[in-house]
């Protein structure tokens, strides 16, 4: 399985917004895709799951979907929770915002198919399993574990300390790695523990629950804090702990 995180800033670095691409078909969260993608690639993307609807999760989203309004043949798959694609209806596809879902078609066809997903029911998309997984965050939000026939991967999306999803991982035999939120430095852990985030704080405190033998990648460090957040995690030099690098390529 291939595996990138979508970059957001000027820089190509940092991670603004969030977005992952895996085997350039199937998009984890909308934030970056209209940003850090270019067209070719965009049009590549043929579903995305919506882990929440907070706003650097599914930004780009309507922008992403009008640009290549002439280039799609067919619906770009998006699959969420109900109550997440209303909010992105209400809050993002409105005449005040945006345009309406309603009027997002071309001569061909619409430009998004809207398919409701539910917490711990897997469905197949882009020919992978994905299992959503409600983890521990200031609104229903879902972890995802994605599964083709020789690996699997486990995204934590954004959550504070949890319990369902290293259920799963644990029963998972061929799980490679998981993705887990690690927003904050530690000066900031009373902020990640309201805001159901992560600092290495916290990081380390959860670590004995995820899967032994797993390479635990971070992800999701807030841009402005991004080097303190890389300093702290490479001086505890934790042989299970890295920070995934925006935009690089992983193969699992
Ligand atoms: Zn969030
Ligand atoms: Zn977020």
């Not at 995180?5 to 909308?30: E, F, M, W």
């Not at 992978?128 to 200031?138: E, S």
Request: glycine fraction near 4%; hydrophobic fraction near 40%.
């Amino acid at each position: 399985m291939k595996f990138r995180i979508v970059p957001s800033t000027l820089d190509g670095r940092r991670q603004l917004l969030t977005s992952y691409l895996i085997n350039d078909s199937l998009a984890i969260d909308a934030g970056s895709l209209a940003i850090g993608l270019t067209p070719e690639e965009q049009l590549k993307i043929r579903s995305i799951v919506i882990t929440h609807a907070h706003l650097d999760h599914v930004f780009s989203l309507p922008l992403m979907v009008t640009d290549l309004f002439e280039e799609l043949r067919e619906p770009i798959n998006v699959y969420a929770t109900p109550s997440d694609f209303e909010a992105i209806q209400q809050h993002l596809l409105t005449p005040r915002v945006w345009i309406t879902l309603e009027t997002m078609k071309n001569s061909h066809t619409k430009l998004i198919a809207y398919h409701p997903i539910k917490s711990a029911e897997s469905f197949f998309a882009e020919g992978l399993k994905i299992t959503p997984i409600t983890v521990t965050h200031t609104v229903l939000t879902h972890g995802l574990l994605v599964e083709d026939d020789h690996s699997a991967l486990l995204f934590t999306s954004d959550t504070g300390a949890t319990d369902r999803i290293w259920q799963l991982a644990e029963e998972c035999d061929k799980l490679q790695a998981v993705f887990i939120d690690l927003s904050f430095p530690n000066r900031l852990t009373d902020l990640a523990r309201v805001s159901c985030h992560h600092s290495p704080a916290t990081l380390l405190e959860e670590l004995p629950k995820i899967k032994s033998g797993v390479p635990v990648y971070a992800v999701h460090l807030k841009a402005m804090y991004q080097h303190q957040v890389a300093t702290e995690i490479a001086s505890l030099n934790h042989p299970r702990i890295q920070i995934a690098e925006v935009g690089r390529e992983y193969e699992f």
